[in-house]
């Protein structure tokens, strides 16, 4: 899974999970064609952006705690005058 793979790193978690979740929804397109019944319940659209939005938040998630992480470890290697 893209999302624990670039834990620490928003910008390649984004990009592969978008990469891979255009797969999937080029996938479900190709069913489509031969169930024609699995289009009525989910559009392709609908599953592609089902994904960008749920891989958008995980990056952005991803890149709030990196800023906390960095805020802190910058703390801790200040001293007080």
Known sequence: ??????LRQPG?????GLVAWSLLTL???ILTLSFS???DYYST??????GV?????????SWVGMMI???RAAEHTHHPR
């Open 45 to 50: 659209l609908h599953v592609f952006v089902l």
């Open 27 to 29: 996938t479900y397109a």
């Open 12 to 16: 390649d978690m984004l990009l592969a």
């Open 53 to 61: 939005v749920v891989y958008l938040l995980f990056a952005a998630l």
């Open 37 to 39: 019944l699995l289009e």
């Open 69 to 71: 992480w960095r805020a």
């Open 1 to 6: 899974m893209p999302v624990l793979r670039f």
